[in-house]
Every structure is written in structure tokens, then in C-alpha cells.
């Protein structure tokens, strides 16, 4: 047998071991045991979420289940498990449908599709185990056999709560046989075999039927049992009774005719939906509605929907606002496979990120805050006296911003149409930025940014046109320099020797002969120039990064050449200018001699092992430096 066979065969035993049935009495002590197993939708889910675990944050709790599914969605995932905690408290909340808001591709979808495994998951765990009655249509709580006057007795003595009435088969059932005929089951939630978890999705209005969501009359049946009334006659398989004890998904919520918003609304408040001919039904489930933003706004807008909108719990989820978060979603989705085995060349997502969250932000108030400062502060960076708090300040100025914009999907778009113009497989930023471009001009992005025109688009694109010239000048240079940490380390310790033997007003020992000389201030200030201190300020600043190394030598750590951002810029100027003539010799040269053909070959090996390029993008990134070089170069002849 192969591995696998075994595999598929355990998995199988597994499933069949969670299989149980037993008698009415059996279920009662197991209730007793663990009166868990009782719980309601709401309850049951909440407690599935945090079965994953929860980290406490500063922030608030992050909920681990949900690391897996979305990126970077932390305050509508929070006001979500705020609706669970309060619904499985019992609180007013349960009375109402958790309605998702958000722009397409957002993550409404995801984040349903991530709790309906989770139902399935969790109720083959031991902790969320649960149970129906054997042939009972709609897998009901078998507490629910229990008469109304003796379920407070009962209550006390299993310490749970029994909520809800039979369906009307089970009671047409009891009626005739008595407790004694009723078997009880484990439950294993699964949508495929429609238990537990429904989905309704609206299709094409002329085929849009509320039979779906609250099931049909069994024509054959009728004559069978000689009455449309006679509950067998009844098929309940609408996508709320296959919901029951679980979740149900309703896509789309705002798009469909009244009279369903209704059903799933009276649900949702009174547990139960009103079938034809028949008693009202009590169902228990979660129902999670998702709807566009556009839609959402036209709804609410309109006053005959008002008491509507009492009855729903919205939690908006916009697109992310963080570049590193847009680029993980890229990572993930690429991941998946979204362009095949083609390489991704360095830089390209997070300016493709850049791009996206740029389309997304609106204007902060204070005007000297353009949005791709806007975009940085968001995304972490600290510049100037900004701190954390004027960033949460930014952020409330628009508490909805993020509901418009280009969605990850329009992204992967653009990156699939440069990859078509690539003739080799690897797409890089270069590509990207030309297609990006086609798009802009085609207007292709208009709908999606409503608010912004091609002059604002321009404009993003151009930043990031400039983001990335900085970045791969940086790249190539830093390849120019052989081993480049180490070099700036090494001049990082021999400025820290000078600078310090300065401070002490020491000597310093000669490295080949040993004797002692003066610190070499002319050396300090070569590098200090860089970045232009002035002879005055250059004490201040030597003194300042000696505290730096002498705080961090308290830790037990040492300074590096990347520590400190002034001295990082520093030392990397005096070390690319050291480069700069050969790197511009040898990159803007149409015939390199041997020797630069040579150093040539070595840089981009470097850009391949040490940056993460391919042998095309390291090609392309050379040649564009070399470009940017010339293009420099006639700037200034000129
Ligand atoms: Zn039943
Ligand atoms: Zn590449």
C-alpha cells in the first residue's frame, strides 16, 4: 500500500470513529457531562475562533485564527468577534444579521469562506462536538423534545439553556410515538453534504425563488400523504434549514427583492421563519450577509429601509492602507499561483502596492501631508516630528477611507498583462510601470476611483517611478561595492575609533606600526561633510552617535553601519563615491574592456545571490542605471 493509500484510509477511519448514535437518555448524560455540546450558533462559533488562540496586543487582541485568512484587516476582524462575543453572550446582538461592507476583493468573501471550514473544522473537534436528532430534516437540538413547562427543571440539572421548538416533522413525530422513538447523532458539519452551513447566493431575478431559502412542497408526496399540510409532505432544504446549527452565507444581501431581506431580517430577530401551511420554524444560525459598498449606500439611504437598518450589525471592511500589508496580500496571492513560475523581479510588488494604496487615500487636511507621505507614515515610517499618535489623527479624519480604490485584483491585472509583453520569464518593475502606464492612458482604472482623474494617476505613478529609480540605484551600487556590509562596518568601527579617541582627547595606535597619533579628523569630517554637518554642528553630531554606541554596547549590542539612518547615509556615500566612477565607467560604456566586463559579470552575480534578482532583472537593472547614469550625465553637460 502506498503512503498515501494509508493516508486516505486513516482519514477515513478518523471520520467514521466520530460517527455516534445512541439513545435519547444516552445524549441527556452526555449534556450533563459537558453541557458545551448544547451550545448555540453564535456561541459555538465564537468559541471555535478562540479555540486558535488570542494574543493580547496593545492594539487590542489579535485572534490567531485569523492570521491565516486576511491580511492587515485588524479593526473589522475585532468589531466582528465583538458581534460573536456579544451573540454568544446572549446580548441583543444575536437579534441581528452581521452585514459585511466593503469594496470587491476586500476580503468579504474570505473571511465567510474561512468560517464556514472553520464550523466544519471545529465540530470534528472533541471541544465542538454537537448533536441532532437522527432524521429529523433540519438536525435540530435534540434538547428541543423536551416539553416547555419541564425545561426550567431540566436546565437547572444539565446547566444549559433550551431554546427553540420541534420542526414540524419531529412533532408530528412525538405526537404519534412518543420520546422513545427519537435517536440522537453526532452532527459533522460540512457544506458539501449540506449540513449545517448554507449559501445563498441571488442569481438572475427571473429564476430567484424563496423556495431556496425556505425550502418546497414535496409534490409526489402529497398524494402519499393525502395533505399539503402533513409535514412529511414538506422538503425542507431551503439553504436557512440547511444552515441550521451552523452558518449562513447570504451574497450579494442588498441586491435582492424585499421580501428575502425580510426573511433573513425576521430570522436573524425571532429564530424562526414562517413556512407555508405550516407552523413558524425555529432555526439557529449564524447569518453573515456581505454587500458592496455602493449598494450599501443607496440602501441606507433610503428611508423605507430604516428599520432595516436597526436590525443589521455593519462592520465595513475597507482595503488594506498599509503598503507592506498590500505587498503580503500580492505575496500570498502569487503564492497561489497567480503568475505562474514566472520571477517576480525585487521591488516591483511593493511599488505595485505603493501604487494600489495610493488610488485608496484621501487627502489629509493639512496640506503639507501629500498623499505618498501619507502613504509612508501609514505604513510605519516615522519622518520628521511626525509620531504615532498625529498618524491615528490622520487616520480620523476619514474613518472610511479605504472603501474606494484599486483592489489587489486589479494589481495582479496589470501585473499579468506585463508579463503577456515579457518575452522572458521574469516581469520586472520596468515592465510593470510601462503597463501601468497603458492602463492609465486606456482609462482602465477609472471606475474603480471615483474622485480621482488620470492627473492624479499620473502623478502616483510617477512617485513610484521615483521610488523605484532610488531603489535599484541602491541595489547596483551596493553590488558595485564588494562586500558591502562589511566594507561600511569597517569604515563604521575606524569612524567610531577616530571619533572616540577625539572625545577622550586620546591617541590612537598606528594599525602596521603601532605608534600613537592624533585621531584623524580630517577622515571624520570627510564622511561628516557627506551629508552635510557643518564644521560647527560636527561635534553635536560625533558626540550623538558615540551615545548611540555606548547605549547600545550597555545591551550588549553593537552599532551597525545601518543603525543609525544619517550615518547609514553617510557611510554609503563614501563608499558608492568611491565606486561611482568605476560603476558609471562601466555601466554607461557601450564596449567594456576586459576589466569592466569583468566587474560587470561580478556585480550582477551579487545582484542574483545577495538582492533576490534573476539573471534578467539583474540585466535590466544594470542597463537601467546606466541609463539613469548617461541621462544624469547630459543633464549636467547640457
Ligand atoms: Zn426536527
Ligand atoms: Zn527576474
Not at 560604456?589 to 533576490?612: F, H, M, N, S, Y
Request: charge should be negative; aromatic fraction near 8%.
Amino acid at each position: 500500500m502506498t503512503d498515501w493509500l494509508k493516508k486516505l484510509q486513516e482519514e477515513y477511519e478518523n471520520t467514521q470513529a466520530l460517527r455516534w448514535t445512541g439513545t435519547l437518555d444516552e445524549y441527556f448524560q452526555r449534556v450533563k457531562a459537558n453541557p458545551h455540546i448544547a451550545r448555540l450558533a453564535h456561541e459555538r462559533l465564537y468559541h471555535a475562533v478562540l479555540a486558535h488562540g488570542v494574543t493580547n496586543t496593545p492594539d487590542g487582541p489579535r485572534y490567531r485564527f485569523f492570521e491565516s485568512v486576511l491580511i492587515g484587516e485588524d479593526v473589522p476582524l475585532r468589531l466582528v468577534m465583538e458581534y460573536l462575543s456579544g451573540a454568544a453572550e446572549g446580548l441583543d446582538v444575536r437579534r441581528r444579521i452581521l452585514l459585511l461592507i466593503g469594496p470587491p476583493g476586500s476580503g468579504k468573501s474570505t473571511l465567510v469562506a474561512a468560517f464556514k471550514r472553520l464550523v466544519a473544522d471545529y465540530s470534528r473537534t472533541e471541544e465542538g462536538a454537537l448533536y441532532g436528532i437522527v432524521d429529523c430534516p433540519i438536525h435540530e437540538e435534540p434538547l428541543h423534545l423536551v416539553p416547555w413547562h419541564l425545561r426550567p427543571e431540566m436546565e437547572a440539572d444539565l446547566g444549559v439553556k433550551i431554546e427553540g421548538s420541534l420542526c414540524p416533522r419531529c412533532q408530528q413525530r412525538y405526537d404519534q410515538e412518543g420520546p422513545d422513538a427519537f435517536r440522537v447523532e453526532r452532527l459533522i458539519l460540512s457544506e458539501e453534504q449540506r449540513v449545517g452551513i448554507g449559501t445563498f447566493v441571488p442569481g438572475n431575478e427571473k429564476d430567484l425563488s424563496l423556495d431556496h431559502l425556505v425550502g418546497s412542497l414535496d409534490f409526489s408526496k402529497i398524494a402519499e400523504y393525502g395533505s399539503e399540510s402533513d409535514p412529511r409532505a414538506f422538503r425542507f432544504d431551503g439553504e436557512l434549514e440547511v444552515a441550521n446549527r451552523g452558518l449562513m452565507e447570504q451574497a450579494e444581501w442588498l441586491k435582492l427583492p424585499q421580501t428575502y431581506q425580510y426573511e433573513l431580517l425576521s430570522l436573524a430577530m425571532e429564530r424562526q421563519i414562517k413556512l407555508p401551511r405550516y407552523a413558524m420554524l425555529y432555526l439557529d444560525e449564524v447569518v453573515i450577509a456581505h454587500a458592496n459598498v455602493h449598494e450599501y449606500q443607496q440602501w441606507v439611504a433610503d428611508k423605507a429601509n430604516e428599520a432595516m437598518a436597526n436590525r443589521v450589525f455593519v462592520v465595513h471592511m475597507p482595503y488594506v492602507l498599509k503598503v507592506r500589508d498590500e505587498r503580503a496580500i500580492y505575496e500570498r496571492m502569487l503564492a497561489q499561483g497567480a503568475v505562474g513560475s514566472t520571477h517576480v523581479a525585487p521591488h516591483l510588488l511593493t511599488l505595485a502596492a505603493r501604487f494600489a494604496v495610493l488610488t485608496r487615500l484621501e487627502p489629509a487636511r493639512d496640506r503639507s501631508i501629500d498623499l505618498l507621505l501619507k502613504s509612508r507614515l501609514y505604513d510605519g515610517e516615522r519622518i520628521g516630528d511626525v509620531t504615532d499618535a498625529s498618524v491615528r489623527a490622520l487616520k480620523e479624519e476619514h474613518p472610511h477611507e479605504g472603501l474606494t480604490g484599486l483592489s489587489p485584483r486589479d494589481t495582479m491585472n496589470v501585473l499579468t498583462h506585463a508579463l503577456g509583453e515579457s518575452t522572458v520569464p521574469c516581469v520586472t518593475p520596468i515592465d510593470y510601470l510601462r503597463a501601468l502606464k497603458d492602463w492609465i492612458d486606456h482609462e482602465r482604472f477609472l471606475r474603480a476611483v471615483p474622485g480621482k482623474g488620470m492627473e492624479q494617476l499620473n502623478q502616483y505613478r510617477l512617485w513610484i517611478r521615483e521610488e523605484f529609480d532610488d531603489l535599484v540605484r541602491q541595489d547596483v551600487q551596493k553590488a558595485f561595492v564588494h562586500a558591502f556590509d562589511s566594507a561600511a562596518n569597517t569604515l563604521l568601527d575606524a569612524y567610531l575609533t577616530h571619533a572616540e579617541a577625539w572625545g577622550l582627547k586620546e591617541q590612537v595606535p598606528d594599525p602596521v606600526t603601532g605608534e600613537l597619533r592624533d585621531p584623524d579628523t580630517q577622515f571624520l569630517r570627510q564622511i561628516e561633510e557627506l551629508i552635510g554637518v557643518s564644521d560647527v554642528a560636527a561635534s553635536a553630531f560625533r558626540e550623538e552617535i558615540l551615545r548611540r554606541a555606548g547605549a547600545l554596547a550597555r545591551r550588549g549590542e553593537r552599532l551597525r553601519w545601518d543603525t543609525h539612518p544619517r550615518l547609514k547615509e553617510a557611510l554609503s556615500r563614501k563608499l558608492f563615491s568611491d565606486a561611482q566612477q568605476v560603476m558609471a565607467g562601466t555601466l554607461t560604456t557601450k564596449t567594456p574592456d576586459p576589466e569592466q566586463a569583468q566587474k560587470l559579470q561580478e556585480v550582477k552575480q551579487r545582484l542574483i545571490d545577495e538582492a533576490g534578482y534573476c539573471s534578467h532583472c539583474a540585466n535590466a537593472a544594470l542597463e537601467y542605471v546606466g541609463w539613469l547614469i548617461q541621462r544624469r550625465q547630459d543633464g549636467a553637460n547640457s
